[in-house]
């Protein structure tokens, strides 16, 4: 049966009256004509009046293969003849079982244990949970602290907060959160001196303070690995990971690495902490798990950790976290069905081709007068925006560059969203060279004209 699907004037109204759409003004949402899209195919999106668009955003960071895709059609279709729920707690089921030893041969060495949830930030809440437990769990309660990132984001529950710093995002939410300590993530566009290894040096130097202070109270730093992707897609300097990961390890501090938006191909590695060698404590997965198709999200951990909750009921280790449909056979099956076809589709080479071929492209962008940086991770890309590249001095807050640029590139058929005056790109994995540079055109034209008519008002 086909579901009748209103008129796009009606479908507005009561997008109006009853929608309330994540991390969007609203009031601004629903005066600029918004897209509401009906179904995909391929790399693109077609909205209720049969307009298509290209995926420019990966329907937020986590397309895979594409929209429609028969292989992961068929994982669900045959998934759902046999069950569709059956809960984690106390009982397995067979795909979340199959999942949990395909991440674990597929992670870097000794991360083994796989714990299930819904969502980005359900698995950075439980990393933080299951740090905190291990330290009480071994007799050391006072690590009870944890060390965040400057301009970190990990997701919007409580806990994923509290090891945020976006102050846009986060700082409203202040008497609700537990406190962090903060060091700076290495972002050398901005650093005074605009160098990597300066950048680097500054933040290795910032933990290396704390940790020779107050090791004996922190029980993990968490980091995005390679590229901090809300903060407005910032590169982490080559070996940075691997310092990091030294340094905590030295002082016997757990990391945490969130790979909910770099892991699983984005940097053209499987995870981003492969480029530098490390093997976290823990790595969180999300967003492109399933390849864009339902809501499965896991957290990595070793046998060192998973002991330490080990024994009877009685002695209280247990780890009581859970969610209704953590491990969902449905979401469980696709993610398998996702991995293999990776596999199959030698889907890493590929993205490590599109990524040069991007690179090679994005050397125009940065002749365009008003581009200050561009910074690039494989398929993640942002492109900073500036009113003077000498000073590095943005556009007016007011002028909403960004927003614009993403409009007019919406006009022309890419969709996007900006972080700030950053442009965001981030095509599917599996997209097409061809479908690649349509969509570069289309961005360096909106980024070409929106900032020539800005800058000559």
Request: net charge negative; hydrophobic share 45%; proline share 6%.
């Amino acid at each position: 049966m086909t579901r009748w699907v209103p008129p796009r004037d009606v479908l507005l109204a009561w997008n109006r009256d009853h929608l309330w759409n994540p991390f969007t003004p609203m009031k601004n949402y629903l005066e600029e004509d918004p897209v509401i899209i009906e179904r995909g195919e391929g790399v693109k999106l077609f909205d209720v009046d049969g307009r298509a668009y290209w995926d420019g955003y990966s329907s937020l960071w986590l397309n895979v293969h594409g929209h429609n895709v028969p292989e992961l059609n068929a994982a669900v279709t045959e998934q759902l003849g046999k069950i569709a729920h059956a809960t984690l707690l106390g009982s397995a089921n067979v795909p979340a079982i199959l999942l949990a030893k395909r991440l674990a041969d597929l992670a870097p060495p000794g991360l083994r244990k796989v714990f299930f949830s819904d969502s980005g930030a359900e698995a950075v809440e439980i990393a933080v949970k299951m740090a905190f437990q291990y330290w009480q769990n071994i007799g050391r309660p006072e690590k009870r602290r944890f060390i965040t990132m400057t301009g970190a984001y990990h997701g919007d529950t409580i806990g994923a907060v509290s090891v945020g710093a976006i102050e846009l995002f986060h700082a409203r939410f202040g008497p609700l959160l537990f406190p962090t300590v903060r060091i700076p993530y290495p972002h050398a566009y901005r650093h005074p001196s605009g160098d990597p290894e300066a950048a680097a040096r500054d933040s290795l130097a910032a933990l290396e303070s704390i940790l020779r202070d107050q090791a004996d109270e922190i029980a993990a730093l968490i980091v995005e690995p390679v590229m901090q992707g809300a903060a407005g897609m910032i590169r982490m300097p080559d070996g940075f990971m691997a310092a990091l990961a030294d340094r905590l390890r030295a002082y016997d501090v757990l990391l945490i690495a969130d790979e909910v938006a770099t892991g699983l191909g984005r940097t053209g590695a499987m995870f981003a902490v492969e480029h530098d060698g490390v093997v976290p404590d823990f790595l969180t997965l999300g967003k492109g798990l399933t390849g864009g198709y339902l809501p499965v999200a896991a957290t990595l951990t070793t046998d060192r950790i998973y002991e330490a909750f080990w024994g009877e009921e009685i002695e209280g280790k247990t780890f009581y976290h859970g969610h209704s449909y953590t491990g969902n056979p449905l979401g469980c099956a696709v993610a398998l069905a996702n991995l293999e076809l990776m596999e199959k589709r030698k889907l890493l080479e590929h993205v490590r081709r599109l990524s040069a071929r991007a690179e090679a492209r994005l050397s125009a962008f940065r002749e365009l007068p008003y581009v200050g940086d561009v910074r690039q991770a494989g398929l993640m890309i942002g492109i900073e925006i500036v009113r003077d590249r000498a000073t590095k001095a943005p556009f007016p807050r007011e002028v909403r560059i960004g927003r614009k640029i993403v409009a007019r590139a919406r006009e022309l058929g890419l969709l996007t969203r900006p972080l700030g005056d950053v442009i965001v790109f981030m095509p599917p994995l599996a997209t097409p060279e061809a479908a690649l540079e349509a969509m570069m055109d289309i961005l360096y034209r909106a980024i070409a004209e929106v900032t020539g008519k800005e800058a000559g008002r």
